[in-house]
């Protein structure tokens, strides 16, 4: 996982990334999910993404999966359920059609009640399955 960030200062914890927010507006976490795209004559593409995370005085509000290959970005899933737990709370998303190639990155869009708020984000764990044929 490497983050990147849109109005957030980021912390790194031994057990944990806390964003902070800088203003009381929208902010978004941009988090790189890194595989192998394919082993031997296999290609895989992410079947689910489990996110465990906890909420100061912020909540999620979209949980997002871009897949992006050259110069373009296009959005694969996209889940507007509102999540918000002030412990630490675990959920899963799963695109119905399973993205597979270029690059592909877990966005968190969160709206923090003032700047300051902050989101803690302890785990994010993929699962791959086979896609096909890997080309030769």
């Not at 005085?57 to 997002?64: F, K, L, N, P």
């Not at 592909?104 to 803690?120: C, Q």
């Amino acid at each position: 996982m490497s983050p990147n960030f849109a109005d957030v200062q980021i912390e790194a914890y031994s057990d944990v990334w806390r964003f902070r927010a800088t203003s009381g507006v929208h902010a978004a976490v941009l988090l790189h999910l890194t595989h192998v795209a394919h082993v031997g004559l296999v290609n895989y593409a992410l079947e689910s993404v489990r996110i465990c995370y906890r909420g100061e005085g912020a909540q999620i509000v979209s949980t997002d999966v871009v897949r992006s290959t050259g110069t373009a970005a296009n959005l694969s899933y996209a889940d507007s359920t509102i999540r918000s737990s002030p412990t630490v709370s675990c959920f899963s998303v799963a695109p119905p059609v399973p993205p597979s190639g270029g690059a592909l990155t877990l966005a968190l869009r969160f709206d923090p009640e003032a700047a300051g708020a902050t989101l803690d984000v302890s785990l994010v764990e993929t699962t791959w399955i086979p896609s096909g044929a890997a080309p030769e």
